[in-house]
């Protein structure tokens, strides 16, 4: 099994290190062809060890020391046990079907093989990260996502809004994961160890006050990577990278590594529930304040990113409130129809020329069924109509919340999903019923190749079955998490619940069909509802980046030149500069020692030869005169 | 009436010979050659001597073998010594030389290379140097030391270039007052302990307590001074910039490597016992030296506009700074020099061959020198690969890890360390970062500025494949020296500890 084990790690990584070596030629079909074969590769060795752990074993392996100074003994160690194995799965599935659909996305692109070199990596990373037995292999996959999320988000170098995304997205990161790296300190130092046995094993015999700083200082880390308030800004943005970026790293995998933190840390947070509640509550906001920002937004992308961190909040409700496995289950179930919805997205971006408002397409439906049956069903999925995947996934959170009795979250939950459902048809309606509206821009729109729908239907079929594994899941990570049971005990309040739910979210779904199938004008804000107080502020992302803008970007700047001008340039800059001139000068002054004239040179050997004497004769004197 | 004097073949042990021999027959075959049918092309010469130089290898490695087992092997009447440091550095400077003899076959016709002599006399100097090391005996240090320096005059001045000749001129009667100084010092100490051999000064030294220490002193004093003259410490290093100016690239970085592992080699013999003695005047004098060796260079370096004299002053500096190693005198210290010289060979040798493959015959209008900063500005636009490898060897001089000097310059700052010489630890990190600033600065031409038109017609005019390849043995040694390390240490550590250093 450890082969297998090698293998689902390693086969990304020689995709990638493959694809580099063709990074600087031009493209060529095959790089694309090998790093998606070796994906797959991958993905059959995770299924195998995925039916190997359901027969209930797990794979360890040491495979090298990485460091070994004192007491510090950190090896590379990696695990599949049952919840990495869920996560491998996830990883490898999306990653296949990204990796196969980018060979037609990114048919035309220059960067063709230096995009795989940068996907491949990713995933390599993402497996480190899920696999490590430790913290701090977590880490290195944790900051390896962020790299190669930064190459990807900014492939397109040359635009400028490119590179700004990248950059934000990697330096917000980057102040997450200096929580994230204090977290991990403080465990080292209070228990001695970063493997995870050894630390679930004896975190319960810290303080309290200490397990709770841990449990913040790691939920930070997790904050950033998962792009929860307030770090959030950078995910929106972050969709300025290829499509199939967004749908790999920005929906199904990265974003999610915080949940799977979480998850991971179960046996931390379990003794930590004020942290969960914080958690829980913090997740149910995010929820609600993302979706909210959906509701107006004009950018295909932009819109299936505030769905996704809105989905990320459902998930840290789960885990704040202890079903691990909950979160677990919707973070799986919410990978393959999200990224689903993205790819497809891809198709119409390809359709319209990468022209991203929706309210300038309109009825593509007629040329586009393929993508309109799979986005249309993955946005069912995503609404949790039964029986698709997010039905068994999201209500389930719904119920945690309720069995737990934690109402408020409950409700505010419950509202989020019908605003799910409301700004998910909005954009199905407005892409894909009504008029042509893309006609007036002169687009003539087409389907993206046969191989790409091909590739995107084993994430149609997952996301229109995966809600089935409920229990077959339920019974595989009820080993490492805590198997706990949420039903609504009355049957009655169960099921008025649920169907109470669907019909709401159907009310909203058709709410949403009605004013927007037959859409017929592009607004250009001049339309009451533009004009509103609400509209603004939520077309406005609530002025968060603004304030980010003004409160940390624009005084930081200012106190950056400060230091430059003031403190850099005429205090450091200057000493070094003083030393620097001071030696050079020295050398300049003192190289006529070397005027290339023999005598001059045979002289100063002779000079070295009569001080040398002199010493020996003083000391000489000086020895003797003591001695006596 | 003489008695004959009998004296049994086997105790000569003649087999201690064996290693010099063979590059003896290497240089004469090749002459014999030369005599049978003039005029063969270089290659072949090359040839010879690499398969000699593999023989002698060969025997040093099997000499390797017999002194773990055995100990110290002496031979020809307890002249000849072959103990650790001798086979180790023995080993450097045939290595050395085997990386050497293939930028012979450059693309471009030298004149040095069309004469069989050169490589003869290539040959006997190898065998000098071996001399020179390989035995405790004044006389025949001073022999081996002779031999090589003359051939090496020689092999200097067939450059054919008035420069060639002024240096090896100004070389040759340095040298000649240096071993003026050397037969003055080894003189005086013959004269108060009646013996040649080291170890027998050494004892007789100490069985009447340093009785004559101001003849000792005075003695050291000549020793410096001439010791100081090959290893160039300031201020007997004012021949060095001169003589790597007019000898080819190549042999100059030659000479920056195998004759200073010799001269090392006898200093070590020479002093560490008298500083293991207490005196402390000799401390003080090479503590004094070796700070004002490596720092003055340093700084003379930075004010360098030719890289080919930049480099040469940064050897210098590299030889100071290893010269502390002979000043602190402990097993890890003389293991650090060891350690040290060997992966400054690659790096030091790949360096000045990267200029050796750009020479060019003649100067271009307003070029001051044959290799100005402004040569090399812009050149990974023009030759990415090449301005890639230099890099490679500048950052590896300047001790960044992990490449090979590195580890070189951590293990002799940690043997200075571990033996109380803070303060002279705190002088080497300081050297090492100062010498970051002229490697970067060629860095900085290669990498940051625009080409300069004109220059780029020489790159790589002189390369061939065996240059090229050179150059890649020295990267390979360069980048994977971070594996090498660990087992070099421990043989090193076996020879140099075995040896009783």
Known sequence: MELYLYIALFAPLVGSLYSALFSGSPKSQQVGIVASGLLFTSFLSSAILLTYVMSGHTVHVEMMTWMATGDLYIPFGFVVDQVSVVMMMVVTIVSTVVHVYSIGYMDHDKGFNRFFAWLSAFVFSMMVLVMSDNFAGLFIGWEGVGLCSWGLIGFWYHKESATWAANEAFIMNRIADLGMLIGIFLIYWNVGSLQYDVVFAEIGNLQPVIITWIGIFLFIGAMGKSAQFPLHTWLADAMEGPTPVSALIHAATMVTAGVYLVVRSNAIYDLIPNVGIFIASLGAFVALFAASM????????????????????????????????????????????????????????????????????????????????????????????????????????????????????????????????????????????????????????????????????????????????????????????????????????????????????????????????????????????????????LWNQYYIPKMYEEIFAKPYAELSRIAWKQIDLKIVDATVDAIANGIYKTGENTRDIQNGNLSTMLRWMVVGLVVLSILAVAFTVGYNAVGA | MLEPIHVALGSLNIATLAPMLIAIVGALSILIIDLAKGGLHKSLYVMIALLFLLLDLGALVDFGGVFLKNGTILGFFDVMLMDGIAILSQIIIVVGSMLFIPLALTSKRFHEYDYPEYFALFMFMIAGFQFMVATDNLIMIFIGLETASLALYTLIALHNRSKSFEAAVKYFTMGALAAGFYAFGSMILYAISGSVEINQIATIMAEDHYRNIGYVLLSMAFMIAAFGFKLSMVPFHTWTPDVYEGSSAALAGYMSIVPKIAAFVVAMRLFEFLVHSGVAWLQVILYIGVVVTMTASNIWALVQSDVKRMLAYSSISHAGFVMAAILIGTTQSNTGLFLYWALFSFTNLGAFTMLWVNRQKNLIAGQSSDHPYEKFSGMVKTMPMAAVMMGLFMLSLAGIPPFGLFWGKMYLIGSAVSSGYTVLALIMALNSAIAGYYYLKLIVFMFMKEPIVGYDQYYFMNASLSLKTIIGIAAVGTIFAVFAVNPLLKVITLFVYNSGY
Do not use: C
Request: glycine share 6%; charged share 15%.
């Open chain 1, 294 to 537: 959906a509701l107006v937004n004009r950018d295909m992308k932009r819109i299936i990113a505030y769905s996704t961190l809105s989905q990320l909040g459902y998930m840290f409700v789960a885990a704040g409130l202890g079903a691990y496995w909950v979160a677990l289950f919707h973070l799986m179930a919410h990978a393959f129809f999200k990224a689903l919805l993205f790819l497809g997205a891809g198709n119409v971006m390809h359709a319209m020329h990468d022209e991203l408002d929706p309210f300038k397409m309109g009825g593509l439906r007629k040329v586009m069924k393929g993508t309109f049956v799979m986005m249309t069903l993955a946005s069912v999925a995503l609404a949790g109509i039964y029986p698709f995947a997010g039905f068994f996934s999201k209500d389930l959170i719904l119920e945690v919340g309720f069995v737990e009795h934690h109402y408020v979250i409950y409700t505010v939950l419950l509202l989020t999903a019908g605003l799910t459902a409301f700004y998910s048809f909005r954009l199905v309606a407005l892409i894909f019923h009504g008029e042509e509206r893309y006609k007036l821009f002169g687009i003539h729109p087409h389907e993206a190749y046969k191989f790409m729908l091909v590739a995107m239907s084993p994430l149609l079929v997952l996301a229109i079955i995966a809600g089935s594994f409920k229990m077959t899941y339920f019974q595989l990570v009820m080993n490492l998490l805590p198997a706990t049971q949420y039903h609504v005990h009355d049957q009655t309040t169960y099921w008025i619940m649920t169907i109470g739910t669907q019909l709401f979210v159907i009310a909203a779904i058709l709410f949403a069909y009605k004013k927007y199938a037959n859409w017929s004008n592009v607004p250009d804000g001049s339309s009451a509802m533009e004009r509103s107080f609400f509209y603004k502020l």
